[in-house]
């Protein structure tokens, strides 16, 4: 499974944007498809996930309410909105996908496979 971030770049305080995260490959077995991000000088955090089949979603506390992450209906794909962005947003955000159930979907080290990252700057 090859995974393809994009939609990241430079925001005022307050504004959006939208991260996409399309999947090639043998995706059938794909079970779930998170957001991470990693500031400077800090750990790669969870962001969102959802599951695939039952498109049910998690959040880290921080970005609830602001962000929403969905399916892509139209292809192996997901999408992250993010609205009231913040400083502390800023980060380079990678998604990752994982085959089968894991026992803790915010642990980076259940995921199997890694997109390239893309960053997010918010300016103050």
């Known amino acids: 499974v090859q995974l393809q971030a994009s939609g990241g770049g430079l925001v005022q305080a307050g504004g959006s944007l939208r991260l996409s995260c399309a999947a090639s490959?043998?995706?059938?077995?794909?079970?779930?498809m998170s957001w991470f991000r990693q500031a400077p000088g800090k750990e790669r955090v969870f962001v969102a996930g959802?599951?695939?089949?039952?498109?049910?979603?998690i959040y880290t506390d921080s970005v609830k309410g602001r962000f929403t992450i969905s399916r892509d209906n139209a292809k192996v794909a997901v999408i992250l909105q993010m609205n009231g962005l913040k400083p502390d947003d800023t980060a380079v955000y990678y998604c990752?996908?994982?085959?089968?159930?894991?026992?803790?979907?915010?642990?980076?080290?259940?995921?199997?496979?890694w997109g390239q990252g893309t960053q997010v700057t918010v300016s103050s």
């Open positions: 990752a996908a994982v085959n089968g159930q894991v026992k803790n979907p915010t642990r980076d080290d259940e995921y199997e496979y």
């Open positions: 490959g043998p995706t059938r077995r794909i079970y779930r």
């Open positions: 959802i599951n695939w089949s039952a498109r049910t979603t």
